[in-house]
């Protein structure tokens, strides 16, 4: 079965530091990895996502992941933070569709990106 | 593109109503689309996977006769929240994908903003 966790559930950094959100995952094959973005009372945004190819795996807004399949992680980062990218910060699995399963996405627990002026 | 709407956005209603929320793609067919529950400062649970023409499947723990879900066409799915409580009270969540499977299967889902649903 897979899962995902994202160590941090609060990471506050000042605008124009860097950001690195992290995402470690557990899969029994080869995982389809994604990061959303979601703003308040507001459904999830997707950033970006690795299937195959290229590990490192650039998205919207300036942020990117690097798949590493020996550290099994999928963090997520971006040079320099903004106000505007204050927010929670979903990372998730996706079972891929094999053995009959749907795509189902799961989930980690967030991680709220705070950023000070 | 992928755009997906979601249909009311906020809904407060007395205990014992039942209440829709519907869920739509607007500008791709979507063979899939997910139902999604989120409390306060937590994660998605997802409840149910709605195919177009076919019954819902639903998560461990879900009630389907509590919360009924239709996926009558490629472009809508609705989730009804039968005589609804307290606390039923949360964020409801859809998404849809374009496919699941096969050549499908690197689909990321597309998300509605969401209803937050208040039951007094």
């Known amino acids: 079965a897979q899962s995902v966790t994202q160590l941090g559930s609060h990471v506050s950094v000042s605008e124009g530091a860097l950001v690195l959100l992290r995402c470690n995952y557990s899969s029994s094959v080869p995982p389809y990895l994604f990061w959303y973005v979601q703003y308040p009372n507001q459904g999830l945004q997707l950033l970006l996502k690795y299937t195959t190819g290229a590990t490192l795996v650039k998205g919207i807004n300036g942020f990117e992941a690097e798949f590493k399949k020996s550290e099994t992680s999928f963090h997520l980062t971006k040079p320099s933070a903004h106000m505007s990218d204050a927010a929670e910060y979903f990372c998730a699995v996706s079972d891929k569709g094999y053995g009959g399963a749907t795509n189902k996405l799961i989930f980690g627990t967030g991680t709220l990106l705070a950023v000070q002026p | 593109g992928a755009v997906v709407s979601q249909h009311p956005s906020r809904v407060i209603c007395k205990s014992g109503t039942s209440v829709k929320i519907e869920c739509r793609s607007l500008?791709?067919?979507?063979?899939?689309m997910f139902w999604y529950r989120q409390f306060p400062k937590q994660s998605l649970m997802l409840m149910a996977t709605s195919n177009e023409g076919s019954k819902a499947t639903y998560e461990q723990g879900v009630e389907k006769d509590k919360f009924l879900i239709n996926h009558a066409s490629l472009t809508l799915s609705t989730l009804t929240v039968t005589s609804a409580h307290p606390e039923d009270s949360s964020f409801y969540i859809c998404s849809a994908s374009i496919g699941t499977g096969g050549s499908y299967s690197n689909q990321p889902q597309h998300f509605g903003d969401g209803t937050r649903l208040s039951i007094l």
């Open positions: 500008d791709f067919q979507a063979t899939t």
